[in-house]
């Protein structure tokens, strides 16, 4: 490094920093931007005088000295305000900068030295300083977005134009410092940045992904809606479950991801579809259900004019069968709506009770007349079942038959006892008649006839077995004489059944 690159190192290192309120010795009002510093010229013409340049303020430090303490070069060192480590970046960044007499500020590069700006009228210490606090903003601007690139907060846009705004700013920058390192830790984040935007481009891909899924599964849940049996579906669940769905499509639009728009239209159209086609369903529904309700309205109105006709008839068993006629038509006719179907229904069961009620009166007092009838009865009924059981067919025969003609004379009785007596008295028919019918097959001719017939094979059947019985003994056969004797055996008891039988056909 020249020498006085050197004395500026050492001015910058040791020498104090002026007063807080001290201000570059130049005339005109105020300092001028560190842009226009950076526009002015550098060098003078030729043979001329140096020209008045614009002089900037210097950086603003910490803490300013007393106005009273001397400027010496014992005073406390310019970079001694600030802390350890940013004074370490300082001295750092002092290596690669030096400070002309006329305070012209030098950057060295790898391609060489470059001209950074211009402070006249200055210590090298503060010219300096303005430059090395750019290049530290630089250096920080590189850092946080080092930093940045490792969460979630940059999307690639935004890293893509931090990229290119930090290549611009670190191409030929106004500021002292090591520029090749951090143009180098510029370059170094390209490929951090690529990796990261890949990162989150699958990050995305896959939360699209996942939006897909959600929105088709929203869809799909309501065109399963849209094409269920309108006879089984529950209309009012159904349309809140839709509207409910209609509030999920709306907040995974405004705070999921944005889908292709082909995607997002193909699957709105489905949903719309799928909405359109279950209102329309669910108007039918309810314009065919409003004419069932009126068809059957009408239907139940004129059963009803029918029932009240007959409330007032005493015709007691037809009327009985023409309201159970009603009552199968009304179940057939179908539910108007709930009021109407229980207004109608309040009338029919009016007529019917007033109809029901005068019969059951009626057979009250007709009951009552019948109940000295059933006294005689059940007297007729211990003599009848007194011939039970049947020892004298002709004499029970002949005494059913008188009080079966006691019974006839006797009238009617209460209809509650009608089915008890009259099973009672058909009991003892039953036993006269079966005793009659067993007498009768006892003396069928053509079954005594059969019985004698048998009997003679039998006996013929006999003899033959006895025969053969005694050859086999004298032939000493001891299996054929066991074989006769079994059988033998078993139609000489045939025979004595075929014998009781013919006699009690006799009998």
Same mark, same amino acid.
């Not at 690159?5 to 931007?33: F, I, K, M, N, R």
């Not at 409330?311 to 006719?333: E, F, H, N, V």
């Given at each position: 490094?020249?020498?006085?690159t050197?004395?500026?190192?050492?001015?910058?290192?040791?020498?104090?920093?002026?007063?807080?309120?001290?201000?570059?010795?130049?005339?005109?009002s105020?300092?001028p931007?560190?842009?226009?510093?950076?526009?002015? &010229?550098?060098?003078?013409?030729?043979?001329?005088?140096?020209?008045?340049?614009?002089? &900037?303020?210097?950086?603003?430090?910490?803490?300013?000295?007393?106005?009273?303490?001397?400027?010496?070069?014992?005073?406390?060192p310019?970079?001694?305000? =600030?802390?350890p480590?940013?004074?370490?970046?300082?001295?750092?960044?002092?290596?690669?900068?030096?400070?002309?007499?006329?305070?012209?500020?030098?950057? +060295?590069?790898?391609?060489?030295?470059r001209v950074?700006?211009?402070?006249?009228?200055?210590?090298?210490?503060?010219?300096?300083?303005?430059?090395?606090?750019?290049?530290?903003?630089?250096?920080?601007?590189?850092?946080?977005?080092?930093?940045?690139?490792?969460?979630?907060?940059?999307?690639? $846009?935004?890293?893509?134009?931090?990229?290119?705004?930090?290549?611009?700013?670190?191409?030929?920058?106004?500021?002292?410092?090591?520029?090749?390192?951090l143009?180098?830790?510029?370059?170094?984040?390209r490929?951090?940045?690529?990796?990261?935007?890949?990162?989150?481009?699958?990050?995305?891909?896959?939360?699209?992904?996942a939006?897909?899924?959600?929105?088709?599964e929203?869809?799909?849940a309501?065109?399963?809606?849209?094409?269920?049996? &309108?006879?089984?579906?529950q *209309?009012?669940?159904?349309?809140?479950e839709?509207?409910?769905?209609l509030?999920? *499509? $709306?907040?995974?639009?405004?705070?999921?991801?944005?889908?292709?728009?082909?995607?997002?239209?193909?699957?709105?159209?489905?949903?719309?579809?799928?909405?359109t086609?279950?209102?329309?369903e669910?108007?039918?529904?309810?314009?065919?259900?409003?004419?069932?309700?009126?068809?059957?309205?009408s239907?139940?109105?004129?059963?009803?004019?029918?029932?009240? $006709?007959?409330?007032?008839?005493?015709?007691?068993?037809? +009327?009985?069968?023409?309201?159970?006629?009603?009552?199968?038509?009304?179940?057939?006719a179908?539910?108007?709506?709930?009021?109407?179907?229980?207004?109608? *229904?309040?009338?029919?069961?009016a007529?019917q009770?007033?109809?029901?009620?005068?019969?059951?009166a009626?057979n009250? !007092?007709?009951?009552?007349?019948?109940?000295?009838?059933?006294?005689?009865?059940?007297?007729?009924?211990?003599?009848? !079942?007194?011939? =039970?059981?049947?020892t004298?067919?002709?004499?029970?025969?002949?005494?059913?038959?008188?009080?079966?003609?006691?019974?006839?004379?006797?009238?009617?009785?209460?209809?509650?006892?009608?089915?008890?007596?009259?099973?009672?008295?058909?009991?003892?028919?039953?036993a006269?008649?079966?005793?009659?019918?067993? $007498?009768?097959?006892?003396?069928?001719?053509?079954?005594?006839?059969?019985?004698?017939?048998?009997?003679?094979?039998?006996?013929?059947?006999?003899?033959?077995?006895?025969?053969?019985?005694?050859?086999?003994?004298?032939?000493?056969?001891?299996?054929? +004489?066991?074989?006769?004797?079994?059988?033998?055996?078993?139609?000489k008891?045939?025979?004595?059944?075929?014998?009781?039988?013919?006699?009690?056909?006799r009998?």
């Amino acid at each position: 490094m020249s020498e006085s690159t050197d004395h500026a190192t050492d001015v910058t290192q040791d020498a104090a920093l002026p007063p807080a309120d001290a201000q570059p010795a130049e005339a005109g009002s105020g300092a001028p931007s560190e842009e226009a510093v950076e526009a002015a &010229p550098t060098d003078p013409a030729p043979g001329s005088a140096p020209r008045p340049r614009p002089v &900037p303020r210097p950086v603003p430090r910490p803490a300013a000295r007393p106005a009273t303490a001397p400027a010496t070069a014992s005073a406390a060192p310019a970079v001694a305000a =600030v802390v350890p480590d940013e004074q370490a970046q300082i001295q750092a960044a002092v290596a690669f900068g030096r400070v002309d007499e006329d305070g012209t500020v030098h950057v +060295t590069e790898a391609a060489g030295e470059r001209v950074v700006g211009q402070f006249p009228g200055v210590t090298p210490d503060e010219a300096m300083s303005l430059y090395v606090r750019r290049y530290l903003d630089l250096q920080s601007k590189v850092a946080l977005f080092e930093a940045r690139l490792g969460t979630a907060e940059l999307t690639p $846009k935004e890293i893509d134009a931090t990229l290119v705004k930090l290549t611009e700013e670190v191409a030929e920058p106004a500021a002292v410092g090591d520029l090749d390192g951090l143009r180098a830790r510029v370059e170094a984040l390209r490929s951090i940045a690529a990796g990261r935007r890949a990162e989150l481009d699958a990050e995305r891909a896959a939360a699209k992904e996942a939006a897909l899924a959600a929105r088709t599964e929203i869809v799909e849940a309501a065109e399963r809606l849209a094409t269920a049996d &309108p006879a089984k579906i529950q *209309w009012k669940p159904a349309g809140e479950e839709l509207r409910a769905l209609l509030e999920r *499509w $709306k907040t995974a639009q405004r705070s999921g991801p944005r889908l292709d728009r082909p995607s997002e239209e193909a699957l709105w159209k489905r949903f719309s579809h799928a909405r359109t086609t279950f209102d329309r369903e669910r108007r039918h529904f309810f314009a065919e259900l409003e004419k069932q309700n009126s068809d059957a309205r009408s239907t139940k109105a004129a059963l009803v004019d029918e029932a009240e $006709k007959l409330s007032s008839s005493t015709d007691w068993g037809a +009327t009985a069968g023409a309201y159970r006629d009603l009552m199968t038509r009304w179940k057939s006719a179908g539910r108007a709506n709930r009021k109407d179907d229980d207004a109608l *229904w309040a009338r029919f069961r009016a007529a019917q009770d007033a109809f029901f009620s005068a019969r059951d009166a009626a057979n009250a !007092e007709t009951d009552a007349e019948y109940a000295e009838n059933l006294v005689v009865k059940e007297a007729i009924l211990a003599e009848a !079942e007194a011939l =039970v059981p049947v020892t004298d067919l002709g004499q029970a025969k002949t005494t059913l038959r008188a009080l079966q003609e006691r019974w006839e004379s006797a009238g009617k009785v209460p209809r509650g006892d009608v089915q008890r007596i009259e099973a009672r008295m058909r009991a003892v028919e039953n036993a006269v008649r079966d005793a009659e019918q067993e $007498k009768w097959t006892r003396s069928n001719p053509e079954t005594r006839a059969r019985a004698e017939g048998a009997a003679a094979q039998l006996e013929a059947a006999i003899a033959g077995l006895e025969a053969d019985l005694a050859a086999a003994r004298a032939k000493g056969d001891a299996r054929a +004489t066991g074989e006769l004797e079994s059988a033998l055996a078993a139609r000489k008891l045939w025979l004595e059944q075929v014998v009781k039988a013919a006699e009690d056909s006799r009998g």
